[in-house]
Nanobody, 125 residues
Framework: QVQLVESGGGLVQAGGSLRLSCAAS????????MGWFRQAPGKDREFVAG????????YYTNSVKGRFTISRDNAKNTVFLQMNNLKPEDTAVYYC??????????????????WGQGTQVAVSS
């Protein structure tokens, strides 16, 4: 099993920045792709960004392109989500996810194998 623990959420004004971190532990050798999802109240869980094991390939949903950056440090088993120019519509619970498969662009949340507990991001206007 793999355990994921997120940190870095909080309340920020529109235009501000936050950096989310997700530390993996356990059988991390089985994990290849990692990613971030978010879920706003009353909405479906949305795939925000994904990254492959080598960091050569990334994916972003259209609404965050140019504002969010996903990265990872395999030596520390950690994935990051740098969020700049935040907007009120970015308000959601953000979840870290990992999968045993190599594909980093998989939007279907049932194809991700491991999940963190979530961290709240709130952006005020």
């Amino acid at each position: 099993q793999v355990q994921l623990v997120e940190s870095g959420g909080g309340l920020v004004q529109a235009g501000g920045s936050l950096r989310l971190s997700c530390a993996a532990s356990g059988r991390t050798g089985s994990v290849y792709a990692m990613g971030w999802f978010r879920q706003a109240p009353g909405k479906d869980r949305e795939f925000v960004a994904g990254i492959n094991w080598s960091s050569e390939n990334t994916y972003y949903t259209n609404s965050v392109k140019g504002r969010f950056t996903i990265s990872r440090d395999n030596a520390k088993n950690t994935v990051f989500l740098q969020m700049n120019n935040l907007k009120p519509e970015d308000t959601a619970v953000y979840y870290c996810a990992a999968r045993n498969g190599r594909e980093w662009y998989v939007a279907a949340h049932d194809r991700w194998d491991y999940w963190g507990q979530g961290t709240q991001v709130a952006v005020s206007s």
